[in-house]
């Protein structure tokens, strides 16, 4: 009787309380002190753990410099690692609270998806891996071939459209886990892989004789790749797009892990904004210059992100160098490159 | 507390009388529970639609099919209806549906026919062919499905040659690690003569088979009708064709550059998937095969054998029709097994219903409707099986009088 009665007073409670609405990103990663982050589960030079689980990688650090500026802490990070496929409903649905995985921005993913892109961290394209022994030079010669790429990606939309636009035949294989496409390709089921040129470079490495193979020319799609965030929490929005350009600005300005607390002296106005700095004026009064609160954080943000993880050059000579991937497009726009961060100010 | 007479011995008296006494009423602790369930159920249900709600509308999303007509913008590696990259995702689906269905329907036909001929043999009295059956259940049974798919899958690619020096046999059939590429029958006008002829010669069968019962019964004299009829009805179609002038032409392939041009081709996905579904599936079918058969009581073979059949007759017409009463109801869940796990399909890249919706989602960001239809489109498959199971299950069991 008393089970009954408890029975139906909790539903009766149950009914007035409803759903407790979820408080801002912002504070659940607080609250929680972690930051969860959406990862790749195994690509070279962007998001990749090793036999003893640390991860490494673009990608990866980039969620690092979240932590450290959120968190005050590059190491209070949880991946998660994510296939093509799943990557949209885990950022949706809450369970990783970025998603930084060599994520294409395009309009659908940006409107009818509810997802937001903070920014460009990588300028990438779609491009062609064959075996040398295939004696294909172009792209365009590719007529008839068969094609392994991974499902649920721009890979798969852009190669329809590419084959179709230049009225070329062509057969595709689609798997959902890129170790299975790789798979595939060597195995000779295709005779053509592709994927984000990026890609191509880390998975050839991984190949017995790289040397077999070669990269196609062509790059056929423009692939924008940033961390992705879910719609309608402008704050943690303003805070993952705000650490990519202080990660920019601090290449720009010449701040380094190395030199970071140096630059805490410096004279420089542009520094003092990045670093939080108090400036002085003349007769020796002080004004501040913290950045941090407007995006709820606290004033040594940048600085943390810096010293602990690097400036946006460091990040990505330390992860990408070894692919022998050229700054290319994604050098800073001072240097020819479309890497460009508006000013902290 | 008062004494209580032994006839009170179930209700305490002090709940007998009282301002509260309706509340120990049976019916009323009834409607009571009940409504409990009841209002717990309805917050259930509520606060997931609620939430859902809530949740779709802070990420500026709204529930909707307006994404089925939008273009799918993919291609696929097989389909057995007409579809590119300009289909709709609606078309995709369908595309992935049939495939499903395609697997589950061949996968069913091969694991009957495997799981059958494996649980008698488990049975015989030839201990090598017993042993290697016994062998082939338990390993097969007791290795994870998918792991078999991916062992399948590498089976099937690895040893086969390259396009450029593909098995060719007569110049019409070619085998290469792109699949098994053979003639595409192209059907011009007339040709609807050979379906109708087919259906004709399946009438006549009925019919035939319905006289020769009658026969056996009024005369004890027996017609080979399955002798007969099966020639006629695979020559009926031929028949058909011949008679509209043979509007029937092949599309043979050629080697082309990459690859094969024309024909069509059945992908090596599919053959991984369904030799790993039908194998793995047998060894269940073959275990109740043999309970079934062993459910029938010793005295019916005995009888049989008195009566003067063989062995071999006795089991075809004694001891299967009796073991099928016993086997049809777990044949059914394996069947509905085999439908429902024709959805690791996408471990090799098999485009079924569940890669298509698993792509469909990603492309269009839909995963509430997305997994609502296929949650409703496998149960549908799932039920409609069950169906014909029970169907066919009520027309074999016992007929009492």
Redesign the interface.
């Known amino acids: 009787?008393k089970s009954?009665k408890s029975?139906?007073l909790a539903?009766?409670f149950?009914?007035a309380a409803?759903?407790a609405?979820s408080a801002g990103t912002l504070d659940d990663v607080k609250a929680r002190g972690q930051l969860i982050c959406g990862s790749n589960p195994g690509l070279t030079g962007f998001g990749t753990p090793d036999d003893q689980g640390n991860w490494t990688g673009f990608d990866v650090d980039f969620c690092r410099a979240v932590a450290a500026a959120v968190l005050g802490d590059a190491k209070k990070v949880k991946f998660v690692p994510l296939s093509?496929?799943e990557r949209?409903?885990a950022l949706?649905?809450?369970t990783i609270d970025v998603l930084s995985r060599n994520s294409t921005w395009t309009m659908?993913?940006d409107s009818?998806?509810?997802?937001s892109f903070a920014g460009v961290t990588y300028y990438d394209g779609q491009g062609f891996l064959v075996p040398t022994k295939l004696g294909v030079k172009s792209a365009k010669e590719?007529?008839?071939?068969?094609v392994c790429v991974q499902?649920?990606?721009t890979t798969?939309?852009n190669?329809?459209?590419y084959f179709?636009a230049n009225k070329m035949e062509?057969?595709?294989?689609?798997?959902?886990k890129n170790e299975?496409v790789l798979k595939?390709y060597q195995?000779?089921?295709c005779?053509v892989y592709s994927t984000d040129q990026s890609g191509l470079y880390a998975e050839v490495l991984k190949f017995t004789t790289p040397t077999d193979h070669m990269v196609l020319p062509e790059i056929i799609s423009k692939e924008p790749l940033g961390p992705v965030v879910?719609?309608?929490d402008a704050q943690w929005f303003n805070i993952v797009k705000w650490t990519y350009y202080a990660l920019l600005n601090a290449e720009e300005l010449g701040v380094t892990t190395a030199n970071v607390d140096e630059m805490k002296t410096s004279a420089n106005p542009e520094i003092q904004r990045l670093l939080s700095i108090k400036s002085k004026n003349e007769d020796g009064t002080e004004a501040d210059n913290d950045f941090g609160k407007g995006l709820g954080l606290g004033p040594d943000w940048a600085y943390n992100a810096i010293k602990q993880v690097g400036n946006y050059g460091e990040i990505f000579d330390r992860n990408l160098s070894q692919l022998k991937i050229a700054r290319g497009k994604n050098a800073l726009w001072r240097d020819g490159g479309l890497q460009y961060a508006p000013p902290i100010r | 507390m008062t004494a209580q007479s032994p006839g009170e011995l179930r209700q305490p008296p002090s709940r007998e009388a009282g301002p509260f006494a309706w509340f120990y009423s049976p019916r009323v602790r009834g409607w009571l529970t009940q409504l409990a369930v009841f209002l717990l159920l309805a917050w259930g249900l509520y606060a997931i639609i609620f939430n859902t709600q809530a949740n779709l509308k802070k990420l500026n999303q709204n529930f909707g099919f307006d994404f089925l007509t939008q273009a799918a913008g993919f291609d696929l590696s097989t389909s057995l209806i007409a579809y590119s990259s300009n289909a709709t995702n609606a078309r995709a689906l369908v595309v992935g549906l049939l495939n499903t269905i395609l697997i589950a329907v061949l996968g069913i036909i091969f694991a009957t026919v495997i799981g059958f001929i494996v649980g008698i043999m488990r049975l015989s009295r030839n201990k090598v062919v017993a042993g290697a059956a016994t062998l082939y259940v338990e390993v097969v049974r007791n290795i994870p499905l998918l792991l078999q798919i991916f062992i399948w899958y590498a089976l099937v690619l690895k040893p086969l040659p390259g396009v450029k020096g593909a098995i060719n046999l007569f110049d019409m059939i070619f085998i290469s690690n792109r699949g098994v590429t053979m003639p595409h029958p192209l059907f011009e006008e007339g040709a609807w003569l050979a379906p109708v002829f087919l259906f004709g010669a399946l009438v006549a069968t009925w019919f035939f088979r319905r006289w020769a019962r009658k026969k056996q019964e009024q005369t004890g004299k027996s017609t080979p009708v399955w002798l007969t009829s099966i020639p006629i009805i695979l020559l009926s179609p031929v028949l058909g064709l011949a008679l509209a002038g043979w509007p029937l032409t092949f599309d043979y392939p050629s080697l082309a550059g990459f690859n094969f041009k024309g024909g069509m081709t059945i992908v090596p996905e599919m053959l991984a998937l369904l030799l790993a579904l039908s194998i793995y599936t047998a060894t269940y079918i073959a275990e109740t095969v043999r309970a079934g058969i062993l459910a029938v009581s010793h005295g019916q073979s005995e009888a049989a054998a008195a009566l003067g059949l063989s062995r071999g007759k006795a089991l075809r017409l004694v001891v299967i029709p009796q073991a099928m009463r016993v086997i049809i109801p777990p044949l059914a869940s394996q069947y509905l097994n085999l439908t429902k796990n024709s959805s690791l399909a996408i471990a090799v890249g098999y485009p079924d219903f569940m890669y298509l919706g698993g792509t469909v989602n990603n492309q269009t960001g839909k995963a509430i409707e997305v997994v609502f239809i296929l949650m409703v489109v496998y149960l549908g498959l799932s039920l409609l099986t069950a169906a014909f199971m029970n169907w066919f299950n009520s027309r074999m069991k016992l007929v009492e009088r």
Request: net charge neutral.
């Open positions: 009787m009954i029975l139906i539903s009766v149950g009914l409803t759903v609405a093509a496929k949209f409903t949706q649905s809450g659908s993913r009818t998806l509810g997802l590719l007529g008839g071939a068969t499902t649920g990606t798969e939309l190669l329809a459209d179709k062509y057969k595709v294989v689609a798997f959902e299975e595939a195995e000779g089921r005779d879910r719609q309608g």
